[in-house]
């Protein structure tokens, strides 16, 4: 093995030799090029990219680059990452000819990827872009770029379709581009991606993500017209490198590149361990970052305990064996001094029914939320478990958590104080402590992540809520509105009866395609609604309550927003339902004074 490598380099050099006469001037220029195109922030290239000496390989020292061979002024990788880097895609790279790893991540880069990429790294296998600003679309030229193996433009502000040319690249094994501005439909990769590597993106949907709702005709489809990507002229030294590469890379890849753990982000906070996280009551009392990152095996994807839209959910164990949950925030736009308030505000607000908020840390461009650790996890998993177990819960806990849920959706939008719209709710937001008790999360957050709601697509892709829970006239208004949180929380109480998933009705004849809302619509248009109550609950002596809680869900669903009942009615109507089992205890909810004419903490935020 050892030495067919040998033969392969030599190989490779020695074609090298022959056809790029002048190609080590041209090295030294391309490095040259690239050190006066970017503002060097940290230094880091002004003091080790000194071009004043002439011995042959010198380049090879310079921070970040490798050479293929260590004494001659050939450069095969440049990896740049996280040095304080600011500036435009840079063009005189186009000279490094042999180049075939380019990794720019964690900088300040901006403006577009360059429409012509293909021309100007045409022999790279890896391609790390991830961590910037760069905007624009992704070029579809990149499927020029037929060596790439890797390809991580994850964390930037890149807008558009995933172009289905990139389909083309066969030997790609890694594609990341979550947390851009993505729309549209992912096209079929033939290697698989993982949801993570998508996610976080405002109108990405298809495999592995929610599929798309086509709504309108005019849809952009991903039109893939088996063009063969012919065309290409790679001379044979290409073809050379490309394999050449493509072996050496194959174990250097798993070790570095390919970040299994997902928790590459961590690296950014090296430096900032020591930040303290402010907390708002004393359950612990001092903690630091670097307890958060020890707690939670720095983030590691073993820990993840749900994901999305408003970010990733950790759990975390402290030395002392206290379990937390830990919300890594999606990108949030809100600086700093925002945000802190923001959090001051959430972490006033506490309610029975509410996940504890217990702190927060600001770190570089993450934040970091800290909530108390829920035993039982969500209730969507409690109701839908993947391993099909089949341990249908039985009713009076349902009607339990339907009720506590109620209670704490009616206290968030009429008793506290400001009073906060969800806009988010689905079976995944609400969580069950120990003793199954109902906790809301992700209350107050919607409005600390990107303004989606301006873009109609976000609506149309599902993405303003969980596909699924989306009130129909948002699609026309998007604005949220507190009878839209009762339209989405209507979907939870009837997979609380129901049993069945809000966009997948297991129970619906063959070829039914629509959502729960929409079976449970023609069920009672036909009048067999009592067909869609799940079967566990059947017979068991419920059968009046689980119909009367059955009608407040569909009342809740109705399309005219102001048919539906506000969330202090769904609270009585459910509490009247479930007065024999005397779940309801302390803090009742207080008769609404309002008059409906209130400003929520919502529309204050979107209008400021
Ligand atoms: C770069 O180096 C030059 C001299 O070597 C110095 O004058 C300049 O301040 C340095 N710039 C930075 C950003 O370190
Ligand atoms: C040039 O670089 C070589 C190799 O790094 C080093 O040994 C030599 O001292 C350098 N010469 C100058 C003038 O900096
Ligand atoms: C790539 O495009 C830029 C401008 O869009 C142009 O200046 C440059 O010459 C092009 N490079 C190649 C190699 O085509
Ligand atoms: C990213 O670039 C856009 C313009 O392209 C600019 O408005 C924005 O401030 C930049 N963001 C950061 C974090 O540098
Ligand atoms: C790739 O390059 C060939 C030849 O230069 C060209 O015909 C083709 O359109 C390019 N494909 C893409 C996706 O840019
Ligand atoms: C993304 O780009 C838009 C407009 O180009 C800009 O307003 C926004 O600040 C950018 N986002 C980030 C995170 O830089
Ligand atoms: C993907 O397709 C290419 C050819 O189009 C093939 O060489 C490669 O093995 C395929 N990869 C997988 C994982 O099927």
């Given at each position: 093995?050892?030495?067919?490598s040998?033969?392969?380099?030599l190989?490779?050099?020695?074609?090298?030799?022959?056809?790029?006469?002048s190609?080590?001037?041209?090295?030294i220029?391309?490095?040259?090029?690239?050190?006066?195109?970017?503002?060097?922030?940290l230094?880091?290239?002004?003091?080790?990219?000194?071009?004043?000496?002439?011995?042959?390989?010198?380049?090879?020292?310079?921070?970040?680059?490798?050479c293929?061979?260590?004494?001659?002024?050939?450069?095969?990788?440049?990896?740049?990452?996280?040095?304080?880097?600011?500036?435009?895609f840079?063009?005189?790279?186009?000279?490094?000819?042999?180049?075939?790893?380019?990794?720019?991540?964690s900088?300040?880069?901006?403006?577009?990827?360059?429409p012509n990429?293909?021309?100007l790294?045409?022999?790279?296998?890896?391609?790390?872009l991830?961590?910037?600003?760069?905007?624009?679309?992704?070029?579809?030229?990149?499927?020029?770029?037929?060596f790439?193996?890797?390809?991580n433009?994850?964390h930037?502000?890149?807008?558009?379709?995933?172009?289905?040319?990139?389909?083309?690249?066969?030997?790609?094994?890694?594609f990341?581009?979550?947390?851009?501005?993505l729309?549209?439909?992912?096209?079929?990769?033939?290697?698989?991606?993982?949801?993570?590597?998508?996610?976080?993106?405002?109108g990405?949907?298809g495999?592995?993500?929610?599929?798309?709702?086509?709504?309108?005709?005019n849809?952009?489809?991903?039109?893939?017209?088996?063009?063969?990507?012919?065309g290409?002229?790679?001379?044979?030294?290409?073809?050379?490198?490309?394999?050449?590469f493509?072996?050496r890379?194959?174990?250097?890849?798993?070790?570095?590149d390919?970040?299994?753990?997902g928790?590459?982000w961590?690296?950014?906070?090296?430096?900032?361990?020591?930040?303290?996280?402010?907390?708002?009551?004393?359950?612990?009392?001092?903690?630091?970052?670097?307890?958060?990152?020890?707690?939670t095996n720095?983030?590691?994807k073993n820990?993840?305990i749900?994901s999305?839209?408003?970010?990733?959910m950790?759990?975390?164990v402290?030395?002392?064996?206290?379990?937390?949950m830990?919300?890594?925030?999606?990108?949030?736009?809100?600086s700093?001094?925002?945000?802190?308030?923001?959090?001051a505000?959430?972490?006033?607000v506490k309610?029975r029914?509410l996940?504890?908020?217990?702190?927060?840390?600001?770190?570089?461009?993450?934040r970091?939320l800290?909530?108390?650790?829920m035993?039982?996890?969500?209730?969507?998993?409690?109701?839908?478990?993947?391993d099909?177990?089949?341990?249908?819960?039985e009713?009076?806990l349902?009607l339990?958590i339907?009720?506590?849920?109620?209670k704490?959706?009616?206290?968030?939008?009429?008793?506290?104080?400001?009073?906060?719209l969800h806009?988010?709710?689905?079976?995944?937001?609400?969580?069950?402590?120990?003793?199954?008790?109902?906790?809301i999360?992700?209350?107050?957050?919607?409005?600390?992540?990107n303004p989606?709601?301006?873009?109609?697509?976000?609506?149309?892709?599902?993405?303003?809520?969980?596909?699924g829970?989306?009130?129909?006239?948002?699609?026309r208004?998007?604005?949220?509105?507190?009878k839209?949180?009762?339209?989405?929380?209507g979907?939870?109480?009837?997979?609380?009866?129901?049993?069945?998933?809000?966009?997948?009705?297991?129970?619906a004849?063959?070829?039914f395609?629509?959502?729960?809302?929409?079976?449970?619509?023609?069920?009672?248009?036909?009048g067999?609604?009592?067909?869609?109550?799940?079967?566990s609950l059947?017979?068991?002596?419920?059968?009046?309550?689980?119909?009367?809680?059955?009608?407040?869900?569909c009342?809740?669903?109705?399309?005219?927003?102001?048919?539906?009942p506000?969330?202090?009615?769904v609270?009585?109507?459910i509490?009247?339902?479930?007065?024999?089992y005397?779940f309801?205890?302390?803090d009742?909810?207080?008769m609404p004074?309002?008059?409906?004419?209130?400003?929520?903490?919502e529309?204050?935020?979107?209008?400021?």
């Open positions: 093995m050892v030495l067919h040998r033969v392969f380099v190989l490779v050099l020695l074609l090298l030799g022959c056809s790029l006469s190609a080590t001037d041209d090295d220029n391309c490095l040259k090029s690239i050190k006066a195109s970017l503002e060097d922030t230094g880091y290239l002004n003091s080790s990219w000194n071009f004043n000496n002439n011995t042959e390989g010198y380049i090879c020292r310079f921070t970040g680059i490798d293929w061979h260590p004494d001659e002024n050939r450069v095969l990788n440049i990896r740049l990452s996280d040095m304080g880097l600011k500036g435009e840079p063009q005189g790279i186009v000279k490094c000819k042999s180049m075939t790893g380019l990794d720019l991540s900088n300040m880069l901006y403006g577009s990827i360059p990429i293909s021309s790294i045409p022999y790279v296998t890896s391609l790390d991830s961590y910037n600003n760069f905007s624009g679309d992704i070029p579809k030229n990149l499927a020029n770029c037929s790439i193996n890797i390809l433009l994850d930037n502000n890149l807008t558009g379709s995933i172009p289905p040319e990139l389909t083309l690249l066969n030997r790609m094994k890694t990341t581009v979550a947390a851009n501005r729309t549209g439909q992912i096209p079929a990769f033939n290697f698989s991606l993982s949801a993570e590597s998508v996610a976080n993106n405002p990405l949907c495999k592995p993500l929610d599929p798309c709702v086509v709504t309108t005709k849809t952009k489809t991903g039109v893939i017209a088996g063009a063969a990507i012919g290409v002229t790679v001379a044979a030294i290409g073809v050379v490198i490309g394999l050449f493509y072996q890379r194959l174990s250097a890849m798993r070790k570095k390919d970040d299994p753990d928790n590459k961590t690296k950014s906070l090296k430096g900032v361990k020591g930040i303290q996280v402010s907390m708002f009551g004393k359950v612990v009392s001092r903690m630091r970052l670097s307890d958060l990152l020890k707690a720095s983030f590691h820990n993840i749900g999305g839209r408003t970010g990733t950790y759990i975390g402290l030395e002392d064996g206290t379990s937390l830990i919300k890594r925030l999606q990108n949030s736009q809100h700093d001094k925002e945000f802190s308030s923001e959090m505000t959430l972490g006033s309610h029914n996940v504890p908020l217990l702190g927060f840390c600001v770190a570089k461009r993450e970091l800290v909530y108390r650790f035993a039982n996890g969500t209730l969507h998993d409690n109701l839908h478990p993947e099909d177990t089949n341990r249908a819960v009713w009076s349902r339990k339907g009720l506590g849920a109620a704490g959706f009616a206290w968030l939008h009429h008793n506290c104080n400001p009073r906060i806009r988010n709710i689905s079976s995944k937001c609400i969580l069950l402590d120990a003793d199954f008790e109902p906790k999360s992700d209350f107050g957050l919607a409005r600390l992540m989606v709601d301006t873009h109609l697509s976000t609506f149309v892709n599902g993405e303003f809520g969980d596909l829970y989306v009130a129909p006239e948002y699609a208004t998007l604005v949220a509105t507190p839209g949180d009762v339209y989405s929380f979907v939870v109480l009837l997979e609380l009866v129901t049993g069945e998933r809000p966009t997948h009705v297991a129970k004849p063959d070829g395609k629509g959502s729960l809302v929409e079976w449970i619509t023609q069920l009672s248009n036909d067999k609604l009592h067909d869609a109550i799940d079967t059947v017979g068991k002596g419920v059968d009046t309550e689980v119909f009367q809680f059955l009608k407040v869900a009342n809740c669903v109705l399309p005219p927003p102001k048919e539906r506000t969330m202090f009615e609270y009585q109507l509490r009247a339902i479930g007065e024999r005397n309801t205890t302390d009742e909810i207080l004074s309002d008059s409906g004419n209130v400003d929520y903490l529309e204050l935020i979107v209008a400021k």
